[in-house]
């Protein structure tokens, strides 16, 4: 029984990756955050081999984030066998209180507490259940070491990569078309984690070339975005398609701001860009620093950002492979069996 506060059929992200691997062993059954509608009633759906629970709620979006009646579907589903929760969010830790004596496991992808918009008393709900949780994965060093603390069940497990997907150069690549001169690329979401004045400075030093951001516009008004003629928006794009648009750029960017959303952050993309080939040109990210630093080129503010992304545009053989390597030895099924047997093992 798993708690989300993404959208199962959104970005693909961690929980994408782990439930639908985790589901080819046990069943998965997800819940997530309800939706705004014109009536009250829970959607079932089953998808990449899990169940799915959409609560439609007159209400919309609202605490609790779960309410008795996704509850009594989920249970519904379940049945009467052995359960597990494994919560994304402390927010929907009414699924642990409706599952009490079930093992509880806390995946911590984000410092959500530390985003735009978290809602009221998310710091102290992931406190309870960082205590209560028998088992924690951080997905990345920082997260790790904020909650090292707690003992032997913490575990850091950074994110993976599909790495045959992403290395995979499929034509055609579905850039603008007429594009000419270096195509720099950010593949994710376009939220408060990006640094706008970066992209500024990277389109106007390289006013022949391209900056194209590859994804959906999040909590960020679209109107403090760049408006240059060599900067791209594509809105949201589907997961299976990011190896054709990546195969297409020069250069990967990951432009992030660094403020209190970007504190803890272990980007996953990084690992796509890594196995499609690309040099990768970052901000001074915490994990991507202490992980990757011999093979990401790292500057902070516009104009040290620009001369690192002219210089990736000149990569050494030496760096794109060790990024192909770094990527090849982290592989999501890995990942989700290490998780699943460390669950088990409660």
Not at 110 to 121: M, R, S, V, Y
Not at 182 to 195: A, C, H, K, L, M
Not at 197 to 210: K, N, R, T
Not at 213 to 225: E, N, S, T
Request: contains cysteine; proline residues 7%; negative net charge.
């Amino acid at each position: 029984m798993a708690g989300l506060h993404l959208r199962w059929d959104g970005v693909s992200q961690r929980p994408h990756h782990l439930l639908s691997r985790i589901a080819r062993n046990v069943p998965v059954i997800v819940v997530e955050e309800p939706f705004a509608a014109h009536e009250d009633r829970d959607v079932v759906f089953r998808d990449r081999g899990v169940t799915v629970v959409r609560p439609l709620r007159r209400r919309g979006w609202s605490l609790p984030l779960v309410d008795d009646a996704a509850i009594a579907t989920a249970r519904g589903l379940a049945g009467d066998g052995p359960a597990g929760v494994w919560l994304y969010t402390p927010m929907m830790h009414a699924l642990a209180d409706a599952f009490a004596a079930a093992p509880l496991v806390y995946d911590v992808m984000d410092e959500l507490t530390q985003f735009d918009f978290a809602p009221e008393g998310m710091a102290a709900s992931d406190r309870a259940v960082l205590a209560r949780a028998d088992l924690v994965f951080a997905g990345g060093r920082s997260l790790y070491a904020a909650r090292a603390a707690l003992g032997a069940k913490v575990r850091c497990e950074p994110s993976g990569v599909e790495f045959e997907r992403f290395a995979a150069d499929v034509a055609p690549h579905p850039l603008p078309a007429g594009l000419r001169g270096p195509v720099f690329g950010y593949v994710g979401v376009v939220d408060e984690r990006i640094d706008v004045a970066l992209i500024e400075a990277l389109a106007d030093a390289f006013p022949g070339g391209h900056v194209v951001l590859i994804g959906p516009v999040f909590k960020l008004d679209p109107a403090r975005l760049p408006r240059r003629p060599n900067v791209h928006l594509t809105g949201a794009v589907p997961y299976d398609a990011l190896p054709s648009w990546l195969a297409g750029i020069d250069v990967a960017l990951m432009p992030f701001a660094r403020n209190r959303a970007t504190e803890f952050i272990s980007p996953t993309k990084t690992l796509e860009y890594f196995a499609a080939g690309k040099p990768v040109v970052s901000t001074s990210i915490a994990d991507v620093v202490a992980e990757f630093a011999d093979t990401v080129y790292v500057a902070d503010g516009a104009t040290a950002f620009a001369a690192a992304a002219r210089e990736a545009l000149r990569a050494e053989p030496q760096r794109i492979a060790r990024g192909i390597e770094h990527a090849r030895a982290r592989t999501w099924d890995a990942i989700a069996q290490r998780m699943l047997d460390a669950v088990a093992s409660l």
